[in-house]
């Protein structure tokens, strides 16, 4: 059994920790608060203008539509890597490791790697499963539309040089503070559905098609990718705030059990000497 000295030092370490996690889970559902105001205010325009987007690159031809252009064989991917830029979330950046992993690992073709957030590509270098060709992890500094597109437009320039057959977006989709789901979504070249052709005569164009084709696709892009992060931020935000709860509620635990464990080691410290009284006291009785 710990001696005293050692266990109140462990009482009090413990109650230090749960003071830490408990402000950071305050910390965390105040900015979760915010970051789901804004991917929820978000989801509704970017679907809908995905939607449109995949419609409308179903009309157009060869030159017009060099986002929508489909590789005979792709043989060579960029996955766009989202994660975290700190720690202390659960399986948040873990999650994404494993997805970038598998993919890896199932893909036939030469697979590079653009790191926003540091967590996940700092594991992955580590262990040698990714070739990364650049990083943004200071766009969490400032997550904003104009500073996301710069990215995007950097991607869309190098899917339409044909460095790259195909671009993907591995991301934590934000469900609720408490569930988090990896995705990996197809960012260029534009998806292809059934549908497309039913749909793509619906629409009407004023003032024409090629002039509003060339806003609306790049706008469209780029506001997938800042839907990605705002998801991703979201999700980083649940993600702590759960794992501060569970930590805060662990430390409690401990700390009781440390407390327990103290008064039975005071409480026999005390009967040792009382008995150590009553037998010096009998011994000068009997002498």
Known sequence: MANLKELRSRISSVSSTMQITSAM?????????????????LRPYAQKLEEILVNVSATLDSSEGVYSRQADEVKKVLLVVISSNRGLCGAFNANVVKRVAAYKEESNAEVDTYFLGKKAGEILVKRGV???????NAIYDDLSFENVSTVAEMLMEKFVAGEYDRIEVVYNRFVNAATQRVQCEQFLP???????????????????????LEDLI????????????????????????????KATDNADELRRSLSLEYNKARQAAITNEILEIVGGANALADG
């Open 25 to 41: 889970k305050m910390v965390s559902a105040a900015k979760l608060k915010r970051a789901q105001d804004a991917i929820t205010q």
């Open 130 to 136: 990714a070739t990364p060709i650049g990083e943004r």
């Open 190 to 212: 534009i998806r292809e559905t059934e549908a497309d052709a039913n749909q793509a005569g619906d629409y009407l164009y004023e003032p024409d098609k090629e002039e509003i």
């Open 218 to 245: 790049p706008k469209s892009l780029k506001t997938q990718l800042f839907k990605s992060l705002l998801d991703s931020q979201a999700a980083e935000h649940g993600a702590r705030m759960t794992a501060m709860h």
